[in-house]
């Protein structure tokens, strides 16, 4: 089943904002609230697929640089989110 673009934006809103780390809820909640509704298709896949098969600690050491970033997850989105936790000096 294919969701809208629409759909992906709400579900995403809800997934980055109840991950079960608050870290991680405050850091990537707060970039996709950041992007809003210029979230794009391409951006809603790279961020689901991090959502889907990286657990809550590791996501939160990925973008803030303590663990390697596994190949997978090396894309044009997930970069422009770990600078959007450097900008904010979280780490």
Avoid at 36 to 62: F, K, M, V
């Amino acid at each position: 089943m294919t969701h809208s673009l629409e759909t992906r934006r709400k579900r995403l809103r809800y997934r980055t904002n109840h991950t079960g780390t608050r870290e991680t809820d405050i850091l990537l909640g707060g970039y996709v609230a950041a992007l809003g509704d210029s979230l794009d298709a391409e951006q809603a896949t790279a961020l689901e697929d991090l959502l889907d098969n990286a657990n809550d600690p590791e996501i939160l050491d990925y973008i803030t640089g303590r663990l390697a970033l596994p190949e997978r997850f090396n894309n044009g989105t997930i970069a422009q989110l770990m600078d959007y936790v450097r900008e904010r000096r979280i780490s």
